[in-house]
């Protein structure tokens, strides 16, 4: 079987960039989300916020996407950007081996803010960073290395050196001509949720270019955003730490 690099997000993150970048490459297969699709619109979906009548998928399940992702990888390499906490039931050594880690991190202030606006009703379950952080510690024990972490503010602010260390970092060629596209794409035809309408602002793009740090100011935010926030922060902290610089 090939190489599958996961990287490991959490929502909101501008991972589905990332993952577009790594579409521009052409030299791997590319999958958005795959156990996300499993974990919201499965047969059995295991997102919190499910009510009887919503949308789900019989025959997909969490298994089922983990067998369609080794057939792929048995095709050639793989790439997979996905959620830690849509799988944290099967961290196995063995299950973990297969991948080539990476995690891509942003300020939760940042993240939570964005779903709020798409996600009023958001459930805690779906943030993410406490099973985001919970799998890099694992995968740094088990290996014995820190694998690659990316936060999303240095991705945005110097995106060339940021890929070029991370493609160093998992063994792959830095191929500069992928941090730009042309703009009206439509990341839609990889997006299970929503028609794509999360990616908007992606299909306008042209690339991964470098833009100023903005800065949330959580004064203002509903107490609920704040708590969250407040939650999240540690779990943001302990992985920005290592990474990628």
């Given at each position: 079987m090939n190489r599958i690099i996961a990287l490991w997000a959490v929502p909101r993150s501008t991972s589905t960039a990332f993952e577009w970048m790594m579409r521009q490459r052409g030299d791997m297969?590319?999958?958005?989300?795959?156990?996300?699709?499993?974990?919201?619109?499965?047969?059995?979906?295991?997102?919190?916020?499910?009510?009887?009548?919503?949308?789900?998928?019989?025959?997909?399940?969490?298994?089922?996407?983990?067998?369609?992702?080794?057939?792929?990888?048995?095709?050639?390499?793989?790439?997979?950007?996905?959620?830690?906490?849509?799988?944290?039931?099967?961290?196995?050594?063995?299950?973990?081996?297969?991948?080539?880690?990476?995690?891509?991190?942003?300020?939760?202030?940042?993240?939570?803010?964005?779903?709020?606006?798409?996600?009023?009703?958001?459930?805690?379950?779906?943030?993410?960073?406490?099973?985001?952080?919970?799998?890099?510690?694992?995968?740094?024990?088990?290996s014995g290395k820190t694998p690659p972490v990316i936060d999303s503010d240095d991705l945005l602010e110097k995106p060339h050196a940021v890929i070029e260390s991370f493609c160093s970092a998992v063994d792959i060629p830095f191929i500069e001509q992928a941090l730009s596209w042309e703009a009206g794409g439509d990341p839609s035809e990889h997006s299970w949720w929503d028609g794509g309408s999360f990616h908007a602002n992606l299909a306008k793009s042209t690339g991964l270019v470098a833009q100023p740090r903005k800065y949330i100011d959580m004064t203002d935010a509903p107490s609920r955003v704040q708590r969250v926030n407040r939650r999240m922060q540690p779990h943001y902290q302990h992985l920005y730490q290592h990474r990628l610089r």
């Open positions: 297969q590319c999958l958005h989300e795959p156990f996300g699709e499993a974990w919201y619109q499965g047969e059995d979906p295991m997102w919190p916020r499910f009510k009887a009548g919503e949308k789900t998928t019989p025959g997909l399940t969490i298994e089922s996407v983990w067998d369609s992702i080794q057939r792929h990888a048995k095709q050639g390499p793989l790439f997979i950007k996905d959620f830690p906490h849509y799988i944290n039931h099967m961290w196995t050594p063995d299950f973990l081996s297969y991948f080539t880690h990476a995690f891509l991190i942003r300020d939760p202030a940042k993240t939570i803010t964005s779903m709020v606006d798409k996600w009023p009703d958001f459930d805690e379950l779906e943030v993410g960073f406490p099973e985001q952080r919970a799998l890099f510690d694992l995968v740094t024990a088990l």
